[in-house]
């Protein structure tokens, strides 16, 4: 079974610091994707990255960065500068690529962070 | 506007009495999907849907139905909500197959059964 592990429950930090999200996956597929969401406190899931176990480039993104370590099954998220409007909850979730299972996303329990001015 | 409209976005009720909650998407995506968030569990799937008149159960099928008579609409029920269905909803559709799936999600239906 699929399961993905976000240990931080909560961070809080200063603007202008930067917050680095751990995310631990377990999949016994070869072929997976990854992905990472925000949830601003309005509510709604905002898509953030999708990564596919194929492609361990890391990728910058703004003031956002992504490490993937296939060896460690760790798919971690970096937040450089980190401003007030970042202050969210972020979600990593987990997806098979067998077309046969459908879409379906295996969240972990989400880390929230609070971005202090 | 590219969305997946939920409604409502906020329900109180009590128990027992039977509630749907709708969703829309105008993406002439082929996947839906309905979740629940909970403190600390992160979002689980309830139901999913890969095209019209397909659906299957999620990991937490118990206590809701759901049909997808047409592509755009996929609504949720409850046919005998329980305090322990106080909830928020997801509602969520992408198109189907790998590199396609990125989940595009509703707003949110806040339920409290009481």
């Known amino acids: 079974a699929q399961k993905v592990t976000q240990a931080q429950t909560e961070i809080s930090v200063v603007e202008k610091e930067d917050v680095t999200l751990d995310c631990v996956y377990e999949?016994?597929?070869?072929?997976?994707?990854l992905f990472w969401y925000k949830q601003p406190p309005s509510g709604e899931l905002v898509f953030l990255i999708r990564r596919n176990s194929f492609d361990e480039q890391n990728e910058i993104s703004g003031r956002y960065s992504w490490n993937f370590q296939k060896s460690t099954s760790s798919f971690n998220f970096t937040i450089t500068a980190s401003q007030v409007v970042d202050s969210a909850v972020y979600f990593c979730a987990l997806s098979e690529a067998d077309e046969a299972a459908g879409n379906k996303l295996t969240f972990g329990g989400g880390t929230r962070v609070l971005v202090k001015p | 506007e590219a969305q997946v409209t939920q409604n409502p976005r906020y329900l109180i009720t009590v128990t027992g009495k039977k509630l749907t909650v709708t969703c829309s998407q105008n993406m002439n995506h082929e996947y839906m999907s309905w979740y629940r968030q909970d403190p600390g569990l992160g979002l689980r799937q309830i139901y999913y849907?890969?095209?019209?008149?397909?659906?299957d159960k999620g990991d937490v099928p118990e206590g809701y139905k759901v049909s997808r008579k047409e592509k755009r609409n996929f609504p949720l029920i409850l046919e005998s909500p329980s305090p322990n269905q106080t909830s928020l909803y997801f509602c969520a559709s992408s198109l189907t197959g790998g590199t396609k799936n990125i989940q595009y999600f509703g707003a949110g239906t806040r339920l409290s059964v009481l």
């Open positions: 999949t016994r597929d070869t072929t997976y994707y």
């Open positions: 849907s890969m095209n019209v008149e397909v659906t």
